[in-house]
């Protein structure tokens, strides 16, 4: 847990989102399998905004990418 957390605090430091995500996911099933739910869904919670947060990051990019391959075509 407290490795977890030590990486986590970092991966927010520089902006990793997908490794933030994956120690987030990493920490729900940890404390869901110690029986501590409410940490679970927490962290659970935090793990899908930032799914969210990358899928439409990703979705913008390629908007922009197809936009401007259009304009050049």
């Known amino acids: 847990e407290k490795y977890l957390q030590e990486a986590l605090k970092l991966e927010k430091e520089i902006g990793a989102q997908k490794q933030e995500m994956e120690s ?3 920490l729900t099933e ?18 899908m905004a930032l799914k969210d947060s990358i899928f439409s990051q990703e979705n913008k990019k390629q908007i922009v990418q197809k936009a401007g391959y259009c304009l050049y075509s």
């Open 24 to 26: 987030e996911k990493n």
């Open 30 to 47: 940890l404390y869901e399998n110690s029986g501590r739910h409410i940490e679970a869904l927490d962290h659970y919670k935090k793990a």
